[in-house]
């Protein structure tokens, strides 16, 4: 019956692949990949195929940031100087909520001049911060927003 179900589901919202997990008292009930993880190469979904979410994962950021906001934990007015090391001068005065907000003016990794022919690369966050801490803000935080990667 969930089989059934998630392949329509599939077919209406034409999703060539999927993994799902469901759990139920703790237990799973449901482990098991459907369609094609890699349209290219034909590669089957499975439970244990490694999707990349990308972006997706700045909403569960924001979240748990939210919940330490709440609990008293970090401030969004904190600096991102206060619990990173070795940032350029130029991000001091850069806050948590300037980095939720796409206020912070610290450009985007994905705008560095050479980004897009290292993709294939599997970088470190310290690599990826490279790109980009050598460059000069887009603006200073506060003034405006912009989609940036680099933040989250």
Known sequence: MIDDYIRAAMTQNQIPGLSVAVVQSGE??????????NIEQ????TEHTVYEIASVGKTFTA??????VEQGIISLED???????????TWQNVTIGHIMSHQSGIPSYTDAPNYWEITHL???KSE???LVTHLPLKFQPGEF???????Y
């Open 79 to 89: 600096a991102i100087a206060d619990y990173l090391d070795y940032l350029p001068l």
């Open 145 to 151: 927003s912009a989609y940036d990667n680099t933040g």
């Open 122 to 124: 599997n970088l470190s």
């Open 128 to 130: 990826i911060l490279a």
């Open 42 to 45: 034909s590669v089957p979904a």
């Open 63 to 68: 979240t748990a940031i939210m919940i330490l």
């Open 28 to 37: 799973p009930v449901l482990v098991k990949g459907y369609g094609l993880a």
